[in-house]
């Protein structure tokens, strides 16, 4: 008999929430963020909020609920997702359904017990909450048989997190989450246009020059960006050269390669000879960088493999997971704060 009960399979990143329905086999994507106008009441939820970031007024707040890689508001985080799948189900008789919830390894327990809880008391009828850590489901979203690959390195870089991770025989051997990725990108962007030229711009400014860098046309040219120019307050246009932009990620790309490093010299010499014939496997959104598979590369003389849609290897991950019962053993249930 065909498993044909509702299952979903979410990753709830801290800029991108992604979520496999298997009632249709796709896989979702909005901005993880949310607009609350007067203090209380839902103005706007995903991609709609997300315009108004850094654009509202003062009685409109805009914010994301994850942060770290972890949940920051566990309300705002419970409405977002509750949006999210009554969008996805109202028009079918719903009746509940599976979550199968991608997790951060390197996080505490009490962290990890609020991903239970946000699910289970959403009201979005829950019937089992089930964790996969988010490395092993990247493997498997790479089309890796993790239950018997031995020694398998994946980065993820997002936006608030960078996860390294160690893989073999189904299970994580080392892990390390830091506080690396598209947000910082963005930011060292933001003050190198401000030292240079004097000039203010937002974050979702910094945000488009950073993926210009990446299109292969668009590569040589100078970058031009608007702002406010700090000296005289007005508003005004820039040609800002790729150089710059470049040498201002370099910081924060190098400190993922020593953390790299870092996790390479603990692992266990056996996995490390896999490892080197394997290559280093990088995704999340910010696996598109610009040179970042470059750097990797010259910083671990390792090769680099990169992946078509590395946004969504992990929900991809959860896919195979619902939809193969010989990877169910990779998910696994804990138990919420409240000991339910
Ligand atoms: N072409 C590109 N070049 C550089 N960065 C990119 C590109 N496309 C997307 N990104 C970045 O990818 C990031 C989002 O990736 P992703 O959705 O994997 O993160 P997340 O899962 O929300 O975050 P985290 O895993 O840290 O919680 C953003 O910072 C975005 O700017
Ligand atoms: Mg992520």
Redesign the pocket.
């Known amino acids: 008999m065909p498993n044909t009960s509702t299952a979903f399979g979410i990753?709830l990143?801290?800029?991108?929430i992604k979520i496999y329905n298997n009632t249709d086999g796709t896989v979702f994507r909005e901005k993880?963020m949310i607009a609350v106008i007067n203090k209380n009441t839902l103005f706007a939820y995903g991609d709609e909020a997300f315009d108004m970031y850094e654009k509202a007024p003062a009685n409109i707040r805009t914010s994301f609920p994850?942060a770290n890689?972890v949940i920051a508001d566990i309300k705002d985080m419970q409405t977002v997702l509750k949006c999210f799948i009554t969008d996805m189900t109202e028009k079918s008789k719903f009746n509940g359904a599976d979550f199968y919830i991608s997790v951060p390894k390197d996080i505490t327990e009490v962290e990890k017990r609020a991903f239970y809880d946000l699910v289970k008391d959403a009201n979005i009828k829950a019937r089992n909450v089930l964790m996969v850590d988010k490395a092993i489901a990247d493997g498997l979203g790479l089309d890796i048989d993790v239950k018997t690959s031995q020694g398998v390195m994946i980065v993820?870089v997002?936006?608030?997190?960078t996860e390294i991770s160690i893989l073999s025989l189904g299970g994580i051997v080392l892990s390390k989450l830091i506080k690396v990725?598209?947000?910082k990108?963005?930011e060292a962007i933001r003050n190198a246009v401000r030292r240079e030229y004097n000039l203010m711009i937002g974050s979702k400014t910094a945000?488009k020059v950073?993926?210009a860098?990446?299109n292969p046309e668009a590569a040589e040219e100078d970058s031009i960006v608007y702002g406010r120019d700090i000296v005289t307050g007005l508003p005004v246009e820039r040609k800002i050269p790729t150089d710059l932009i470049e040498s201002a990620l370099n910081e924060h790309i190098n400190s993922i390669i020593d953390n790299i490093k870092v996790i390479l010299e603990r692992t266990p010499p056996e996995l490390a000879a896999d490892i080197y014939r394997h290559g280093i496997f990088v995704t999340?959104?910010?696996a598109?960088?610009?040179n970042l598979d470059v750097m990797i590369n010259k910083g671990t003389n390792l090769k680099v493999n990169l992946t078509e849609d590395p946004?969504s290897t992990v929900a991809n991950g959860l896919a195979r997971v619902i939809k193969d019962d010989n990877f169910k053993t990779v998910a696994y249930s804990i138990q919420g704060l409240s000991g339910k």
């Open positions: 990753d990143g801290t800029g991108n993880n994850l890689g993820n997002g936006f608030d997190t990725g598209g947000r990108f963005d945000e950073k993926i860098l990446s999340g959104g910010s598109k960088l610009k946004i």
